[in-house]
């Protein structure tokens, strides 16, 4: 198997995992457990890389707030985020955007596993809008929720970064373009494109 360029260049696959990971999540402070879950690292190899990010400088420790399943209180969380005072961070985002096969095709090759698709926007991470609140935006007229969460934890998996998505079937999603709601605005209100419209989605969003 041909060796990953960047994982020479910055010392593991793991390593660059992490570094997508939070340069494409800069406002999010994310606990040690949740940062190897979504990496999909094992605990010591995502313990050994972050120690190494963390004394580059990349990132930083944080202590934060969160609401733990079951339970009716916040409880404080140690964790890591990005570093954004780091002093290379706009050329570091810019060249693992730039080497990751962050794009249309390869998030509908994941996709279409979870069945045929009739809708698919992406805006966010895929346009470099590292700040948006969503993703991906899709339908389908069979949605099984479960396949399409494999399919983005899949891509998750290979990016080395978290997704953030909604699916809806067809009919639901243009319910919602009609009535203009707030998690529709919240993609095509932003930089986005869509990459599949067999329903004509285009047709309804407002002129501008």
């Not at 399943?69 to 890591?80: A, I, M, N, P």
């Not at 050329?91 to 979870?114: M, S, V, Y």
């Not at 609140?133 to 007229?141: E, H, I, P």
């Amino acid at each position: 198997m041909k060796s990953d360029p960047l994982s020479i260049l910055f010392g593991s696959p793991a390593r660059v995992k992490l570094l997508r990971f939070f340069l494409f999540n800069p406002s999010k402070d994310f606990s040690f457990d949740e940062i190897s879950r979504r990496a999909r690292l094992v605990r010591r190899t995502a313990r050994t890389e972050i120690n190494a990010l963390e004394k580059a400088g990349v990132i930083k420790k944080k202590v934060f707030f969160e609401q733990l399943s079951q339970k009716d209180k916040k409880e404080r969380v140690h964790g890591y985020a990005l570093n954004k005072n780091f002093p290379e961070l706009q050329a570091l985002q810019t060249f693992l955007f730039e080497t990751a096969p962050i794009e249309g095709k390869t998030l509908l090759r994941h996709l279409r596993k979870a069945g045929a698709l009739d809708f698919v926007a992406i805006a966010g991470v895929f346009v470099r809008d590292f700040e948006q609140r969503l993703d991906v935006l899709l339908a389908m007229k069979k949605l099984s929720e479960k396949k399409v969460e494999t399919a983005i934890r899949s891509l998750e998996s290979e990016l080395g970064i978290e997704i953030r998505y909604a699916a809806f079937s067809s009919e639901d999603l243009m319910y919602r373009v009609g009535m203009y709601d707030k998690l529709t605005r919240d993609l095509f209100d932003y930089p986005h494109q869509i990459i599949v419209d067999k329903i004509g989605v285009r047709d309804e969003l407002p002129r501008t």
